[in-house]
């Protein structure tokens, strides 16, 4: 008997349900959670963090080390997180975030630290979520001219105020998707994240540090370099020249890594100190602890939101 042969009609109708079958799957698949990454740089931040999300193996975490780092993943909320430190200064911030972007599905990047307090209308204990962060070290040492000015390279085109020899310049970045370099003079925190702590600052009981109830807020430009900054000079140059108001070791860093990734980031910091503004001693010793609690608080805060 001779096989049966298939109309175009019936042809385009089989293939019709075939696609149909293999594209029911696809249609199916649920999409995957968002995997919020929260981190701090040294002791007493990762304390607060862990206190404040409740880090535990009892509580349902669990630990992977990489590299002589701890990498806590667990549930906060409803919510997929995992917990561990970026370690102080701008290398280390740079590169253990971007290990952890490499090593797990992070979809959001939020950090909870102290910084110093460079805005004067702010004191110790507020707490500052900057819309942007920039370099203040980023910069050319020049030699003096002998004639009150400096001998400036022709690659370099300042275009911020110097402090003495030291010149401000912006960034080059590589970026995905990016065919050259670019110059960037700052890194955005996310805006979604950004009105995520609009919603939630408003909601927060009042927060005590250093003998007052503290403020919090969102906006402005905050600045990161590889120094611990306790200079009144350079800060009152800061302050002019970025209007920052913090400054910190670790945060533009963070906005840098999250920017080539293209992942969304939000940077919460309490001011334990004024950067070289207060009398005598630095109290970044008597304020870390407390202050790094408050931040952590606010940054929980902000994750309730999302």
Request: with cysteine; aromatic share 8%; hydrophobic share 45%.
């Amino acid at each position: 008997m001779a096989p049966r042969l298939l109309s175009p009609h019936m042809v385009s109708r089989r293939l019709i349900l075939l696609g149909l079958v293999v594209a029911l799957p696809a249609l199916a698949a649920p999409a995957p959670k968002p995997l919020y990454a929260l981190c701090a740089a040294y002791p007493p931040e990762m304390a607060a963090l862990h206190r404040e999300f409740r880090v535990s193996e009892k509580n349902g975490y669990t630990r992977a080390r990489h590299l002589g780092l701890d990498f806590w993943r667990g549930t906060y909320a409803g919510k997929e997180v995992v917990v561990f430190r970026t370690g102080v200064s701008l290398v280390n911030a740079a590169y253990q975030l971007q290990l952890a972007l490499d090593r797990f599905p992070i979809t959001h990047v939020l950090f909870a630290g102290v910084a110093g307090g460079i805005d004067p209308a702010l004191h110790v204990g507020d707490v500052v979520v900057p819309e942007r962060w920039a370099y203040h070290s980023e910069a050319a040492y020049l030699n003096e001219d002998g004639k009150g000015g400096h001998f400036v390279p022709d690659y370099l085109k300042p275009k911020l105020p110097n402090f003495g020899m030291i010149f401000p310049s912006e960034t080059g970045v590589a970026r995905e998707g990016e065919e050259e370099f670019s110059n960037r003079a700052d890194f955005p925190a996310d805006a979604a994240l950004l009105a995520a702590a609009r919603r939630a600052l408003p909601k927060l009981p009042a927060l005590r540090a250093a003998g007052r109830v503290v403020a919090a807020s969102v906006g402005g430009t905050g600045v990161a370099g590889p120094v611990f900054m306790d200079n009144a000079k350079y800060r009152e140059w800061v302050f002019r020249v970025w209007q920052a108001r913090c400054l910190d070791m670790e945060s533009t860093a963070l906005a840098h890594v999250a920017y080539v990734n293209r992942k969304p980031i939000l940077i919460v910091r309490g001011l334990s100190d004024l950067a070289g503004g207060q009398q005598g001693h630095n109290p970044i010793d008597a304020n870390e602890a407390a202050v790094a609690e408050i931040a952590a608080r606010v940054l929980r805060a902000v994750v309730d939101e999302l």
